[in-house]
């Protein structure tokens, strides 16, 4: 039997196994059995012991409530945690009521008192899978709150990366999925990163992707994920909601000071959000659905798998870090400058192996012969390429070859070790030569068949039958074959051991023997070939790490050589890197867009381009549909992108202040399929864009606001456009339909408007692709509609209509002219869209609204038309509200 006091306490330690319980007795925070042993020790204080009814006397310690701080202090610093036990009910007749109020924890102690003053207070989430990590931590005096991914493709890689996080975050205390009961019991395959702070093992539950989800759902009060810019890093996100299930057991005071959370890349990487990776068509282009017209398909011309995916991840993760980047142009340059080098290197790489997966297969102990002896052929071909690189006596190049080993060992090891798969020996794996007990055994084997064969001439001989054979049968080993009509000359030393249709098998003593030397020789030359072959595996499986090194290497040989090729052969040039802001492209192409005009014979009409944070920081783009908009707005990105990566650009020039991070919103794409509305979408990205972007930041906005109605739109843009010049101020490109927008925004500071240059002859639109200062007034969507292949009738008929209400405009301004123009300005006033009745022009719309036929357009013929009546019904309220704005019965005004 216990007392009630007893059972409480039990029932409180229970729920808090790992942490020492102070449990509140009045002045006192006292501490029974296991814990009070703990404490005396960790703070110096008296162990005694107190009687606890039948139970008898069970250890204790306390101490005073008053001094609390200081021991708890003491505790967290040995890295114990607490679970503070408070007294809920004021103490009477009776139990008193007692409720654990806080569990503090080494990383979730916010209390000045117990923290030293000049440091962050860190408390960190690892969540490993076998493909890496994520990172989750938070400052809990900051409220400073972010996550980020280790994905380096190779899990000892991704370990080493984090490991670094780590020591740079300094967590006082890291939570790790228990062990136990983890989703993936290999999560730690690959170790557990070490990490400063005090390991805390989590349930592993608090880590589930969708419960993470939720929980940082909930927390926000969002819908989605997307502006953290982590919605599509599951382990990020995973981290991220078990530092709030953490928080709120043991620190639920701490949360509200969670306000946002930051994604961040930690290794001199810029972070490519999804969004922006898609916009500008890095890997794969979503109009044609594949990679053909992607940038990596225009600059992809590697000759090696390694070189293919070390590409591909380079163009996702260009780099910040200047003189990081201006190694790999002085590396491009070198193959640029020097056409013979580059030729004779593609060659060379043209039939170079798989280096990486051939080590890893050999690493897992599954390669094949044929696949090791690959391996040597490529190793066998570092030695050329080393010299190739060396005596083209550039230092760039003298860098790369330094990180070529030829690994001449393991080169030598198969070469020696392992047979190539032909003819007869096709099961054989290792070589004559390699091994003498080996050898010894195959020769034993190979002399006792010879053997067996010599016997069967020997036999027939003897025994006088021409037809006798020595055949050999899985179940009765050797036998020699003679056919019935034979039987009558079989020796007296044959014995039957199997009968035929046609034949009966004989062994002699002689064969039998021969044969259990083959049989036993076979059975030890598989066993040692298998040794000998797992031996070889492991030689090179221990080599990996060079092996993998310079496979790294002739990777990035392959990378740099393709890049100058692709260079030479579209005119690309060097860019100049600066650490200021400022980016000036004089002649800028879209490489892709180039490259597919290339292909049909039309030329790419280049563009210049001028950021930077002072004058030029907003550029506002206007112009048709079709001008050539958004061309331009991906190119800027794409040459800035290019630099950073490290390869040439297309221009005559570029000059780029760098870039720490490009945000992209680009068009009103449907992500229906993602189950969010675009508009819903547009807005999520955009979110992303104004919490994530910093000075040194570079973005492209195409038709933001294009996805809700027109003054929401406008409004929403606008707003977009004043947070960006005035708080973000990062370099900006901006391109919108809304004509107002531009006329508007074009007076704030930072901002130039610009608009892409039509030419106009009887008609006739041209567009000229070309940038220009100033905005456009028209949209030219009759032009647009034509080309787009709307039937001429429609096409006329548009046309009749924009000229009669291009003269009713006329007139009307003029009957505005000369009206007094009290009413001038009166912009910010709300708009209700209600046509007066009988207005002429609104029942033309009306006609040829109800006259479209919506059947026999296609969508795009439909958007045109739209947005030709849209502009027509603007421009109609626009004029019809200055003109009847006094007086009327209906309230109409202008955006
Ligand atoms: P917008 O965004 O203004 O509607 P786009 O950028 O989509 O226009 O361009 C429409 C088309 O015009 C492109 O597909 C491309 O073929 C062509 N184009 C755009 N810019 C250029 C240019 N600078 N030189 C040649 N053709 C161009
Ligand atoms: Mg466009």
């Known amino acids: 039997m216990v007392t009630p006091a007893r059972r409480q306490y039990l029932d409180i330690k229970a729920q808090h196994p790992d942490a020492i319980l102070w449990f509140r007795m009045g002045d006192f925070y006292e501490m029974f059995d296991e814990d009070a042993k703990t404490a005396a020790q960790a703070l110096h204080i008296t162990l005694t012991g107190r009687p606890f009814g039948k139970d008898g006397r069970v250890p204790m310690a306390g101490v005073p409530y008053h001094a609390a701080h200081s021991y708890l202090a003491r505790l967290l610093r040995q890295g114990f945690r607490v679970a503070i036990c408070e007294q809920m009910s004021e103490p009477g007749r009776g139990l008193v009521d007692r409720a654990v109020v806080r569990v503090v924890t080494p990383g979730t102690v916010a209390e000045p008192a117990l923290l030293p003053a000049k440091e962050n207070s860190y408390l960190a989430v690892l969540c490993p899978s076998p493909a890496g990590y994520g990172i989750a931590y938070v400052d809990v005096t900051t409220g400073e709150f972010a996550v980020s991914e280790f994905l380096d493709g190779d899990p000892a890689l991704s370990r080493v990366a984090i490991e670094n996080d780590l020591l740079r975050i300094g967590p006082r205390e890291c939570l790790v999925p228990k062990p136990e009961s983890s989703e993936d019991p290999d999560a730690f395959a690959h170790g557990q990163p070490q990490t400063p702070g005090h390991i805390t093992p989590y349930d592993a539950r608090y880590f589930g992707l969708e419960t993470a989800t939720d929980a940082l759902r909930g927390h926000f009060g969002v819908v989605s994920l997307e502006a953290f810019g982590c919605a599509h890093s599951p382990l990020a996100i995973r981290a991220a909601g078990a530092i709030l299930a953490y928080l709120g057991e043991t620190n639920a005071m701490l949360l509200p000071l969670l306000t946002g959370l930051r994604t961040y890349v930690a290794d001199g990487t810029m972070h490519l959000d999804a969004a922006t990776r898609r916009n500008l068509e890095l890997h794969w282009t979503g109009r044609t659905q594949t990679a053909a017209h992607s940038l990596l398909g225009t600059l992809d011309g590697t000759k090696t798998a390694m070189g293919g995916r070390l590409l591909r991840r380079m163009l996702a993760q260009p780099l910040t870090n200047r003189a990081a980047i201006e190694e790999r142009l002085d590396a491009v340059e070198a193959f640029v400058t020097r056409t013979t080098l580059r030729m004779q290197t593609l060659a060379l790489l043209a039939g170079f192996g798989d280096m990486e997966r051939l080590t890893a297969r050999a690493r897992q102990e599954a390669a094949i012969p044929r696949e090791l002896l690959a391996l040597r052929d490529a190793l066998c071909a570092v030695p050329t390429l080393i010299e190739m690189l060396h005596d083209a006596a550039s230092p760039a190049l003298d860098t790369l070859a330094a990180r070529l080993d030829p690994?001449?060992?393991?080169?030598?090891?198969?070469?020696?070790?392992?047979?190539?798969?032909?003819?007869?020996?096709?099961?054989?794996?290792?070589?004559?030569?390699?091994?003498?007990?080996?050898?010894?055994?195959?020769?034993?084997?190979?002399?006792?068949?010879?053997?067996?064969?010599?016997?069967?001439?020997?036999?027939?001989e003897r025994t006088g039958i021409r037809s006798l054979k020595i055949k050999y049968n899985s179940v009765f080993g050797y036998g020699i074959e003679v056919s019935r009509p034979n039987l009558l000359h079989v020796p007296d030393d044959y014995r039957r051991t199997q009968t035929l249709t046609h034949a009966e098998r004989f062994v002699?003593?002689?064969?039998?023997?021969?044969?259990?030397?083959?049989?036993?020789?076979?059975?030890?030359?598989t066993t040692r070939e298998e040794e000998l072959y797992r031996g070889v595996l492991r030689d090179i499986g221990a080599a990996a790490p060079v092996l993998l090194g310079t496979a790294r290497a002739v990777a990035h040989v392959d990378v740099f050589c393709a890049l100058a090729d692709r260079a030479v052969q579209h005119r690309y040039v060097r860019p100049t890197l600066a650490d200021d802001t400022t980016l000036r492209i004089v002649a800028g192409r879209h490489p892709v867009v180039e490259a597919s005009l290339a292909n049909t014979g039309d030329t790419f009409i280049p563009n210049d381009a001028m950021l930077d944070t002072e004058g030029h920081q907003l550029l506002l783009l206007t112009g048709p549909n079709m001008a050539g908009k958004s061309t331009y707005l991906r190119q800027v990105a794409l040459i800035v992108l290019m630099a950073q990566v490290g390869s040439f650009v297309p221009a005559e020039s570029a000059r780029i202040g760098l870039v720490d991070r490009i945000f992209t919103r680009i068009g009103a794409q449907d992500d229906l399929a993602a189950g969010a509305s675009t508009f819903l979408v547009e807005m999520m990205e955009t979110a992303a864009i104004l919490r994530h972007a910093t000075p040194r930041s570079l973005i492209v906005l195409d038709e933001v606001g294009r996805g809700t109605g027109t003054d929401d739109g406008v409004a929403i843009a606008r707003a977009v456009v004043e947070d960006?010049?005035?708080?973000?101020?990062?370099?900006?490109?901006?391109?919108?339909?809304?004509?107002?927008?531009?006329?508007?925004?074009?007076?704030?500071?930072?901002?130039?408007?610009?608009?892409?240059?039509?030419?106009?002859?009887?008609?006739?639109?041209?567009?000229?692709?070309?940038?220009?200062?100033?905005?456009?007034?028209?949209?030219?969507?009759?032009?647009?509609?034509?080309?787009?292949?709307?039937?001429?009738?429609?096409?006329?008929?548009?046309?009749?209509?924009?000229?009669?209400?291009?003269?009713?405009?006329?007139?009307?301004?003029?009957?505005?002219?000369?009206?007094?123009?009290?009413?001038?300005?009166?912009?910010?006033?709300?708009?209700?869209?209600?046509?007066?009745?009988?207005?002429p022009e609104s029942a033309v719309l009306l006609d040829d609204l109800t006259a479209l036929d919506l059947a026999r357009m296609t969508p795009l013929e439909a958007i045109a038309v739209l947005g030709r009546l849209q502009d027509r019904a603007r421009e109609t309220l626009h004029h019809d509200g200055e003109t009847a704005y006094n007086g009327r019965e209906w309230a109409t005004c202008h955006e």
């Open 724 to 839: 960006l010049v005035g708080r973000v101020q990062a370099r900006t490109l901006f391109a919108t339909h809304y004509h107002d927008l531009a006329e508007e925004s074009g007076r704030l500071p930072g901002v130039q408007v610009a608009s892409v240059a039509v030419a106009e002859e009887d008609g006739e639109v041209t567009f000229l692709h070309r940038i220009t200062p100033g905005a456009m007034s028209k949209s030219y969507g009759i032009h647009v509609a034509r080309l787009a292949g709307l039937p001429p009738h429609v096409v006329e008929r548009a046309r009749e209509l924009l000229n009669r209400r291009d003269a009713e405009n006329a007139e009307q301004a003029q009957r505005k002219s000369n009206r007094n123009s009290h009413d001038a300005d009166k912009g910010a006033q709300s708009s209700v869209l209600i046509p007066p009745k009988g207005h």
């Open 508 to 525: 002699t003593p002689e064969l039998k023997e021969w044969e259990a030397t083959i049989l036993h020789a076979e059975e030890r030359i």
């Open 407 to 460: 690994c001449v060992r393991v080169a030598d090891l198969i070469g020696r070790a392992v047979l190539a798969p032909e003819g007869k020996e096709a099961c054989r794996r290792v070589r004559p030569g390699y091994d003498n007990d080996f050898d010894t055994l195959v020769h034993t084997a190979m002399h006792a068949r010879e053997t067996i064969a010599a016997m069967e001439t020997a036999e027939r």
